[in-house]
């Protein structure tokens, strides 16, 4: 085993109780509550990052992270060609009732342990003795994966969607894949500069811009109601389509499943940000609950709104802006400037979207690096002392985001390949994290005590969950038709597979002498 780590020097230190009381119920924003440090003292883990955190502003910081209805818009091209309107709003509707399940699974491990970590911390709490280091350290590395690609998927939605609406107001203007790689760039520098120099305004920005993002969605719907062609109903619940050629609609519309499981996937970012939220194991599931309920709800309406006013579904999917939602908002308002407004709104949310996920992943990324997860864990995990935040990992993010853009260079679909690549990785942390507490109630051993408990539920929701995941897991990695070319094939697998073969020669090699897992740190009593 490597060096001993400062949470192992903390973990033998004692915590000043009488001053954390002195601070009041509230906290403080260095410190936090009572309830906090008691968790950060029995994980052993040092109070390094700003507790500027409360519900409000986390509850904001997570609808925009997933913004499920401009996310359901920017990526329902997808789902137009495999499943159409009747694949999109019925696989959205069973997805967004899986991640009931599983959230509210996930937000019970948060309370018992809220911490950065997230889930490869609760698999090192929570998995059998024998298999704690081991699988900590991969679903470690699929954590850093799928939220690093997270932020270059969101990136890369917006810079398309920004070409779509110079599109709509140039018809003369040609898509080149570079444009949209720089417009990756672009968003991307935008958001590391924010999550620096303004990191200490984040949460009073993150509940500014959720009134945008719930004002935003009524206006929006309400236009579309007034000015838009609606449907024949029976229509749009019942017509499915198989462009990608699978000759088969069911099997069509779960190879779209992406396209609808990314604006729900993000709810645990509240759980990686939780060192810098007070009265975490309290406050964090009620923010991922209500999230996972609203934000859903938001989500399902505007789709079953945007289905019903589309119109020809084949014109939308070949408009010239690229973005099928651009497409019918013109169609609707049958106004350059309408449609010009209401799509700069979404692209608006994207980019803050965008701004929430670089957080996340760089949150991510330090905790892991503080537990000598990753090479040069030492520069990852340090935090900027006069900004509270770990600079170099939000740097790397932005690098990464940058990288992966240069996909769009070479291929027709980078947006599907970068995003399955990040729903697999992230919905196989689920898996295990989950699979671990489910296998404590099954052996009715002792679990951690937490503000927020499932009871009798536990295990049903949890089970529930599984299930869901595991089917959700395998589609992801299809591509959009049964014969892909070269160009339009899901490399996702490819780039799922290479990660964690790399990630297990690396612990053999190195990891298993650097890396003790979270559970060496923790104390055995709170």
Same mark, same amino acid.
């Given at each position: 085993?490597?060096?001993?780590?400062k949470?192992?020097?903390?973990?033998?230190?004692?915590?000043?109780?009488?001053?954390?009381?002195?601070?009041g119920?509230?906290?403080?924003?260095?410190?936090?509550t009572v309830?906090?440090r008691?968790?950060m003292?029995?994980?052993?883990?040092?109070q390094?990052?700003?507790?500027?955190?409360?519900?409000?502003?986390i509850?904001?910081f997570?609808?925009?992270?997933?913004a499920?209805?401009?996310t359901a818009?920017?990526?329902?091209?997808?789902?137009?060609?495999?499943?159409?309107?009747?694949?999109?709003?019925?696989?959205?509707?069973?997805?967004?009732?899986?991640?009931?399940?599983?959230?509210?699974?996930?937000?019970?491990?948060?309370?018992?342990a809220?911490t950065?970590?997230?889930?490869y911390?609760?698999?090192?709490?929570?998995?059998?003795?024998k298999?704690?280091? &081991?699988?900590?350290?991969?679903?470690?590395?699929?954590?850093?994966?799928?939220?690093q690609?997270?932020?270059?998927?969101?990136? &890369?939605?917006?810079?398309?969607?920004i070409?779509g609406?110079?599109?709509l107001n140039?018809?003369?203007?040609?898509?080149?894949?570079?444009?949209?790689t720089?417009?990756?760039?672009?968003v991307?520098a935008?958001?590391?500069?924010?999550?620096?120099?303004?990191?200490?305004?984040?949460?009073?920005?993150?509940?500014?811009?959720?009134?945008?993002?719930i004002?935003?969605?009524f206006?929006?719907?309400?236009?579309?109601w007034v000015t838009?062609?609606?449907?024949?109903?029976?229509t749009?619940?019942?017509?499915?389509?198989?462009?990608?050629?699978?000759?088969?609609y069911?099997l069509?519309?779960?190879?779209?499943?992406?396209?609808?499981?990314?604006p729900?996937?993000g709810?645990?970012?509240?759980?990686?940000?939780?060192?810098?939220?007070?009265?975490?194991?309290?406050?964090?599931?009620?923010?991922?609950?209500w999230?996972?309920?609203?934000?859903?709800?938001?989500?399902?309406?505007?789709?079953?709104? &945007?289905?019903s006013v589309?119109?020809?579904?084949?014109?939308?999917?070949?408009?010239?802006?690229?973005?099928?939602?651009?497409?019918?908002?013109?169609?609707?308002?049958?106004s350059?400037?309408?449609?010009?407004?209401?799509g700069?709104?979404?692209?608006m949310?994207?980019?803050?979207?965008?701004?929430?996920i670089?957080?996340?992943?760089?949150?991510?990324?330090?905790?892991?690096a503080?537990?000598?997860?990753?090479?040069?864990?030492?520069t990852?995990?340090y935090?900027?002392?006069?900004?509270?935040?770990?600079?170099n990992?939000?740097?790397l993010?932005?690098?990464?985001?940058?990288?992966?853009?240069?996909i769009?260079?070479?291929?027709?679909i980078?947006?599907?390949?970068?995003?399955?690549?990040?729903?697999?990785?992230?919905?196989?942390?689920?898996?295990?994290?989950i699979?671990?507490?489910?296998l404590?109630?099954?052996r009715?051993?002792?679990?951690l005590?937490?503000?927020?408990?499932l009871?009798?539920w536990?295990?049903?929701l949890?089970?529930?969950?599984?299930?869901?995941?595991?089917?959700?897991?395998?589609?992801?990695?299809?591509?959009?038709?049964?014969?892909?070319?070269?160009?339009g094939?899901?490399?996702?697998i490819l780039?799922?597979?290479g990660?964690?073969? &790399?990630?297990?020669?690396?612990y053999?090699?190195r990891g298993?002498?650097m890396?003790?897992?979270?559970?060496?740190?923790?104390?055995?009593?709170?």
């Amino acid at each position: 085993m490597g060096e001993p780590t400062k949470e192992v020097e903390f973990a033998t230190d004692t915590i000043d109780f009488t001053e954390a009381i002195e601070d009041g119920s509230e906290g403080s924003i260095k410190k936090g509550t009572v309830a906090d440090r008691q968790s950060m003292w029995r994980m052993g883990k040092v109070q390094e990052l700003r507790r500027n955190f409360r519900f409000v502003s986390i509850f904001g910081f997570s609808m925009i992270l997933m913004a499920s209805w401009e996310t359901a818009l920017g990526t329902s091209t997808i789902s137009l060609i495999d499943g159409g309107t009747a694949g999109m709003i019925w696989m959205y509707f069973i997805c967004w009732c899986g991640f009931l399940c599983v959230n509210t699974s996930m937000a019970e491990m948060g309370s018992m342990a809220p911490t950065s970590g997230g889930q490869y911390h609760w698999v090192s709490e929570f998995a059998p003795p024998k298999h704690q280091k &081991f699988l900590s350290y991969m679903i470690g590395w699929l954590c850093v994966l799928g939220w690093q690609t997270g932020a270059a998927g969101t990136a &890369f939605l917006a810079g398309t969607q920004i070409q779509g609406l110079i599109a709509l107001n140039n018809p003369n203007y040609t898509f080149e894949p570079w444009h949209g790689t720089l417009l990756v760039f672009a968003v991307s520098a935008f958001n590391v500069i924010f999550n620096t120099f303004l990191a200490k305004k984040l949460p009073l920005i993150e509940s500014i811009v959720l009134v945008v993002h719930i004002f935003g969605f009524f206006a929006i719907v309400i236009v579309l109601w007034v000015t838009g062609p609606i449907g024949d109903a029976h229509t749009t619940f019942t017509t499915f389509n198989d462009y990608g050629g699978w000759n088969n609609y069911g099997l069509a519309a779960l190879s779209g499943i992406v396209a609808v499981i990314i604006p729900l996937l993000g709810a645990d970012a509240a759980v990686h940000m939780s060192e810098e939220l007070r009265d975490a194991s309290k406050t964090l599931p009620r923010s991922m609950i209500w999230t996972t309920v609203i934000n859903g709800s938001m989500g399902f309406i505007m789709l079953i709104t &945007f289905s019903s006013v589309i119109g020809s579904v084949d014109d939308a999917i070949n408009s010239p802006t690229h973005q099928a939602y651009i497409y019918v908002f013109y169609n609707c308002t049958q106004s350059l400037a309408g449609a010009t407004v209401m799509g700069s709104l979404v692209v608006m949310m994207a980019i803050f979207c965008n701004l929430s996920i670089t957080a996340t992943s760089s949150r991510q990324l330090f905790a892991f690096a503080r537990d000598q997860g990753i090479p040069f864990h030492n520069t990852f995990a340090y935090v900027h002392p006069k900004w509270d935040v770990p600079i170099n990992a939000i740097i790397l993010s932005f690098t990464v985001s940058c990288l992966l853009s240069l996909i769009n260079l070479g291929s027709t679909i980078a947006l599907n390949n970068i995003s399955s690549l990040s729903t697999a990785a992230i919905l196989a942390s689920y898996i295990v994290s989950i699979s671990c507490i489910a296998l404590k109630r099954i052996r009715h051993e002792p679990l951690l005590p937490s503000k927020f408990t499932l009871g009798g539920w536990g295990l049903p929701l949890n089970i529930a969950s599984l299930i869901f995941l595991v089917f959700a897991f395998v589609f992801s990695f299809f591509p959009m038709g049964p014969k892909p070319t070269v160009q339009g094939m899901n490399w996702a697998i490819l780039m799922f597979g290479g990660t964690v073969l &790399f990630s297990w020669a690396y612990y053999w090699v190195r990891g298993r002498h650097m890396y003790s897992g979270p559970v060496a740190y923790v104390r055995k009593s709170a």
